[in-house]
């Protein structure tokens, strides 16, 4: 494609290489191959269920770990807008009825007392419409009363970051999710220093307002919980950004200009691969419980942390081994055992190898990154789920992938997608550095073959957009991975609003 001056500037400003631009056309022109799956990763066979033991082993490992002086961080992606949350609302507010018309709006009205929010949208009502919710319920203004929740002049909720919503009524005030995260990991990612590193990645539009909010906080959850408070933030990188196409593959253009879009939680890579910590946990910033209900949590953010800092002891050990050349037999055959029993990759050549292959086989596997994933039950809820995928270079290993990523046509592919048990959480704890403490360069571990394209529609066009992969899927494809089942009650998202009326939000 021939670029213009303009096109050419805009790469510059942007950080992107004609050679990215041009990559990233080829693949909406062409997509992306399907992953070809071995089986569905089940209790036994690529998940471990912890027994009662190993669960007090791995917690005793864990809060050893935090005494030693590692660093430890929590990373909450936190830039999604919470319009999604709203959708029913919205679309309520915009329809032709003046009265709920659903049983989603019918519950919204009907226990709107129990939303943690209410007493400041009565607050908003009062001061805008001079009466109070149930003034205006009585007298069927109930597009008034969202509006003043969704909209400015009002609370503005449609238009701000999950993150700093109000979640949960807790005694005197109401928390938003940003609190809650911060109340999580003062609770088990706090070492002897008593200091808790928090990272959160926000959008650029709404950075002075998590600044603003932590400023606010700060000072309480440091005396509530007794830590000490190291917070970070960060924004997406404009390099990171995907080009948008036409229907046909061409590029999309706005006012003769190249139109790009955020990748995808998948370029949250980058943010992470900025971080300096020994250990991070990943968790989506909905996924968040009162202090209450958060026993179960705690505990099993504990195991994982156990399990990954156990298993990243003996992959650094044999690591060093591998560095001063070959290991003998014995050496290399609990190796390749630990390599295929616990982290459970295997190749079909690897009883072939001379002793030398071998020993370059094991060190690029046991030399990458290393992830342990919590995994629930499937119980009905969306999200990808935990397979035995074969990679690029031949290997079979566990992986996290979208049903997007296994070919529809397939039928025993799909008759595996509907035999899986368990889906992704979000719940993730990883080491990024390696045997000798540098750090990985984290975007070497991408499979770049494993991105997504959407339809979406702009100013009326429809265009084809690019999503990279996947931050815990293909954006962590060639790092070392453990699955652990975890309790559902571990998994409590908020997706829509009414979620907040859930047992596990409203106590």
Not at 169 to 196: C, M
Not at 233 to 250: F, N, R
Not at 485 to 496: G, I, L, R, S, Y
Request: charged letters at 25%; proline letters at 6%.
């Amino acid at each position: 494609m021939k670029l213009t001056e303009t096109d050419l500037k805009t790469l510059n400003e942007r950080g992107i290489s004609e050679e990215t631009l041009n990559r990233q056309l080829d693949q909406l022109k062409e997509g992306f191959p399907y992953l070809r799956i071995e089986a569905p990763a089940k209790v036994g066979a690529g998940i471990t269920c912890p027994t009662d033991g190993m669960r007090r082993k791995s917690i005793e490992i864990w809060e050893k770990y935090l005494e030693s002086g590692a660093t430890v961080m929590k990373m909450t992606p936190a830039s999604g807008a919470a319009s999604r949350m709203f959708k029913d609302l919205f679309t309520f507010l915009n329809g032709k009825a003046a009265t709920p018309d659903n049983d989603f709006i019918r519950k919204f009205f009907n226990e709107i007392e129990n939303f943690p929010f209410y007493h400041t949208l009565n607050h908003e009502v009062l001061t805008y419409a001079g009466r109070s919710i149930d003034s205006m319920v009585a007298d069927r203004r109930y597009k008034e009363v969202v509006d003043l929740l969704l909209n400015v002049p009002g609370m503005g909720y449609g238009r701000l970051p999950k993150a700093l919503l109000m979640f949960h009524n807790v005694p005197g005030y109401a928390r938003t999710p940003l609190e809650e995260h911060i109340a999580e990991g003062a609770q088990y990612a706090s070492g002897s220093d008593k200091r808790v590193n928090m990272h959160f990645t926000v959008s650029e539009e709404h950075l002075p307002l998590f600044e603003a909010k932590l400023e606010e906080v700060k000072a309480f959850m440091e005396h509530r919980y007794g830590i000490r408070l190291n917070v970070s933030l960060s924004v997406q990188k404009p390099s990171t950004d995907t080009v948008a196409a036409t229907p046909d593959g061409e590029p999309y253009r706005e006012n003769g200009e190249l139109f790009f879009r955020p990748g995808g939680h998948g370029a949250l890579i980058e943010n992470l691969n900025d971080l300096d910590a020994d250990v991070s946990f990943i968790k989506n910033i909905d996924n968040v419980v009162p202090d209450a209900l958060r026993d179960s949590t705690i505990e099993y953010k504990k195991v994982i942390g156990g399990i990954l800092v156990a298993t990243k002891m003996k992959i650094d050990r044999y690591c060093k081994i591998l560095s001063q050349g070959v290991p003998d037999e014995a050496i290399r055959e609990e190796m390749l055992t630990f390599l295929r029993d616990v982290l459970l990759v295997t190749h079909d050549n690897a009883d072939r190898m001379s002793p030398e292959e071998e020993t370059e086989y094991l060190m690029a596997k046991f030399h990458r990154p290393l992830r342990v994933c919590g995994m629930v039950k499937n119980e009905g809820e969306p999200g990808g789920g935990p397979f035995l995928a074969y990679n690029p270079d031949g290997t079979l290993s566990p992986q996290i992938l979208e049903s997007s990523q296994i070919n529809p046509h397939d039928k025993k592919a799909m008759k595996m997608l509907k035999e899986a048990t368990h889906f992704n959480p979000v719940d993730l704890v990883v080491a990024i550095k390696d045997y000798e403490g540098k750090k990985f360069n984290l975007p070497d571990f991408v499979d770049p073959a494993t991105g997504f394209i959407s339809e979406k529609s702009r100013e009326g066009v429809t265009i084809k957009a690019l999503e990279l992969p996947g931050l815990w899927n293909g954006a962590m494809s060639d790092w070392n991975t453990i699955f652990v089942e975890v309790p559902a009650d571990t998994f409590n998202p908020v997706k829509t609003v009414n979620d907040l009326l859930r047992p596990s939000h409203c106590i």
